[in-house]
């Protein structure tokens, strides 16, 4: 019974974080150093890792809208690139992925121009649609990270009542072997009362038999003088 009250606390718990995905992602105004100023930039916060979500980013970039990234430890850049779903115009990429106590920040940001940035006071609807399109890649990153977690805890869960299942079976086959051992015990215990009683009444019997087999023997050594007797 605590097995499955412990399974269920574990896919609630799961169901919870899945859910939550959204919450554990957290987007802010910021800024970011390029070419060593500080530049207008989207702050990402979640529970990712840093490294794997600067995988996914180059991945997904690539994938969905065909662009190649250069990287330079944790800066992922793209040059002269074209997203419709950020800004008509072309601008180039700028994304850097810290390590965080609670997980990763990406800071991201935007450059139309030479010395230009998207911001929330220029080009703020580009700026925002790069802050929707960046948000919504690292909550569907979160959920499917949820999600395969979900499936590891399941199958975990799955072998476990499995070697419930064999366990139990395994219980049931000793336990019925136990109790034909101790029919047997028992069994073999009367067996053993009885022997022991038929030992203490022989042991009894003993004395008065060696008494009857040494008056036998006493008469029949009178009943051999009186042959003797006889014959002289």
């Known amino acids: 019974m605590h097995f499955y009250k412990y ?4 896919l609630l718990q799961l169901a919870i974080l899945h859910s939550a995905a959204a919450q554990t992602v957290k987007t802010t105004q910021a800024a970011m150093k390029i070419n060593g100023k500080d530049r207008p930039a989207i702050s990402i916060t979640s529970e ?3 490294k794997p979500l600067q995988k996914a980013w180059k991945k997904y970039l690539k994938k ?8 330079s430890k944790n800066m992922v850049t ?3 690139i074209s997203l419709n779903a950020v800004s008509p115009r072309q601008f180039d990429l700028y994304t850097i992925f810290n390590i965080t106590a609670e997980g990763s920040e990406m800071l991201i940001a935007g450059a139309p121009g030479y010395d230009i940035y ?13 802050r929707t ?5 690292v909550k569907t990153y979160m959920q499917t990270q949820y999600e395969k977690l979900i499936k590891e ?14 366990l139990q079976k395994e219980t049931r086959r000793l336990e019925k072997r136990v109790e034909k051992d101790r029919k047997e015990i028992r069994d073999l215990q009367k ?28 008469l029949l050594k009178s009943i051999e003088e009186k042959r003797k007797d006889v014959n002289k």
Do not use: H, M, W
Request: charged fraction near 35%.
């Open 78 to 80: 793209a040059t002269a």
């Open 133 to 137: 399109l960046a948000e919504g890649f």
């Open 7 to 10: 399974c269920f606390v574990i």
């Open 64 to 71: 969905t809208y065909k662009i190649k990234t250069d990287d």
């Open 153 to 166: 805890k399941k199958k975990a869960i799955a072998g476990s009542e499995k070697t419930e299942r064999q």
């Open 191 to 218: 067996d053993i009362d009885k022997n022991t009683t038929a030992i203490d009444n022989n042991k009894k019997a003993l004395p008065q038999l060696k008494k009857v087999i040494e008056e036998k023997r006493q």
């Open 118 to 130: 998207f911001s929330p006071n220029e080009y703020a609807e580009d700026y925002n649609k790069l």
């Open 48 to 50: 990712a890792e840093a």
